[in-house]
Each structure stands twice: as structure tokens, then as C-alpha cells.
């Protein structure tokens, strides 16, 4: 057993030690600024533009929480966050680009997902349950009225990588051969999205997905009502509320 100054010790260095503070002549808000003031720079860098930034900064400021701590702001925090996820980078790569320890980038980028997961649950949703009318997309096609006058929507899923410790691979292994985990989400005829749910192993079926869905997400899944229904691809099962391609039709044309 380890000894009280041996203790005293690994404590003081995990928590008492600290790194020497990161300097440079641009911190991350400055170059954050400089993003900003550069035409197009912020929609390459941050994969959206200085006006849906600033939107995006003020509803999460204004309706879901997010608040500043005293040397980084809430600013900062989001271009954190999107920095992260537009480029797929790494936390380390983000310590060097704002000039902060990982462990502050690791904390302000669970804030940052902790007030969209918030925003999440008034923006992805239908925009009516009920779904009265028909959308104009299907009405004033001749080719899909009255065909289609009953569809809401699309539904279907798609794989995203995921890093895993090697005893929790098997499960998330499909037949790409790499590690993803299952999202299915479901778009309705404006492309907005009306339900996402992400997590599931990469190796379960489609149907399987869908299933666990309905039953977890059960009291905010947008569910059909009677006579309306998804359009699905031939991985879903075909039953009503779910409409699947006809087996043997091709259905994905280049049209």
C-alpha cells in the first residue's frame, strides 16, 4: 500500500503542478476576431457564417444557459465547440488554436453541447404533431399528387466513426469494418430535421434501430398519425406509418 507522502505526492502532481500557462501574441478570442473580420474565413473555419454565428451565440446566451466564466467568454466557448466538430479536430489541436489546457477545452465544449442538447429539444421537433395539410413540395407536384398526399416526411439512418477501447469494438463493427455507431433521423419536406437519435452499435440492423427508437424515445417520437406516414428505403420494415419501396424496385436513381 502506498504511504502518506506517496499519496501527498501523486496528489500535488496531478492537481497542485500546473503546466506552464500557454502564451502567445493571439489567444483565441483574437483569433477569433480576426475570423470574423476576414470574408468567408468564419464559414471555412467554423462551417457557418459571422450572421448565423452571432444568431446561434445569442439564443444560447439568451434562452438556454450558456454563460462565460471570467477568462474565457461564451463567444469563445462556441467557436470552441464548432472548431472541434467542423473540422473534426482533436482536443489537442484546439489547445494550440485557443490557447487553453485540454481540460478547460474538454469542460467548455460539454457546455457548449449541454445547451444545444437543450435547443435541441424546441428545434428538432415537427413543426405541428398533427401534420393537417399537405406540404406544397407534394401539392404542386404533378408527379407525387395525390400519390404521395399522405407522406410527412423521410425517414432513414446513417453511420458516424466512433473511438472505442478495444473490449467494446465488437458490437460497433458492421460490415464496413470500422467502429460507427447508428443515427436515424427523420426530415420532413422543409429538410429540417424532426428527430435524431444517435448511439446505437454499428452492427445492428436498421429495423432494430427504429424499433429501439419507437420504444425509448417513445414520448417525443414524431409518430405518424393515422393515415400518414414516412417514407423509408428497404432496410425498415414495411408496415403502416412506414412506407418502403416495392422489394427488387430500384429506388436510387440518379434523378
Known amino acids: 500500500m502506498l504511504g502518506a507522502a506517496e499519496i501527498a505526492q501523486i496528489y500535488s502532481d496531478l492537481y497542485l503542478v500546473k503546466n506552464p500557462p500557454r502564451t502567445s501574441g493571439v489567444s483565441g478570442t483574437g483569433w477569433l476576431l480576426e475570423t470574423m473580420k476576414s470574408p468567408g474565413e468564419c464559414h471555412r473555419q467554423l462551417r457557418m457564417n459571422n450572421e448565423i454565428f452571432l444568431d446561434l451565440h445569442g439564443v444560447l446566451v439568451g434562452r438556454y444557459g450558456l454563460r462565460p466564466s471570467m477568462h474565457i467568454s461564451t463567444k469563445e466557448m462556441l467557436a470552441m465547440f464548432l472548431y472541434t466538430c467542423a473540422g473534426n479536430e482533436s482536443n489537442r489541436r484546439a489547445q494550440n488554436r485557443f490557447k487553453h489546457s485540454g481540460e478547460t477545452i474538454s469542460r467548455k465544449f460539454d457546455e457548449v453541447l449541454n445547451a444545444l442538447m437543450a435547443m435541441a429539444k424546441d428545434f428538432i421537433r415537427p413543426k405541428n404533431p398533427n401534420f393537417p395539410t399537405v406540404h406544397k413540395r407534394i401539392r404542386d407536384d404533378k408527379r407525387a399528387y395525390p400519390h404521395f398526399k399522405d ?13 472505442l477501447s478495444p473490449d467494446e469494438q465488437v458490437r460497433y463493427i458492421g460490415k464496413t469494418g470500422v467502429a460507427t455507431q447508428n443515427v436515424l433521423a427523420v426530415c420532413d419536406f422543409d429538410m429540417r430535421f424532426t428527430y435524431v437519435s444517435t448511439g446505437q452499435p454499428g452492427a445492428m440492423h436498421d ?9 425509448v424515445d417513445e414520448e417525443f417520437f414524431p409518430h405518424p398519425p393515422q393515415g400518414k406516414y414516412y417514407v423509408v428505403d428497404a ?10 419501396p416495392y422489394k427488387g424496385e430500384r429506388y436510387h436513381l440518379p434523378e
Do not use: E, F, M
Not at 407522406?151 to 432513414?156: E, K, M, Q, R, S
Not at 446513417?158 to 473511438?163: D, E, F, G, L, M
Not at 432496410?235 to 418502403?244: C, E, H, Q, S, V
Open 151 to 163: 407522406c410527412i416526411g423521410a425517414l432513414d439512418g446513417t453511420h458516424i466513426r466512433v473511438a
Open 207 to 215: 429495423t432494430s434501430v427504429l424499433y429501439n427508437a419507437l420504444r
Open 235 to 244: 432496410g425498415y420494415p414495411n408496415r403502416p406509418g412506414y412506407l418502403a
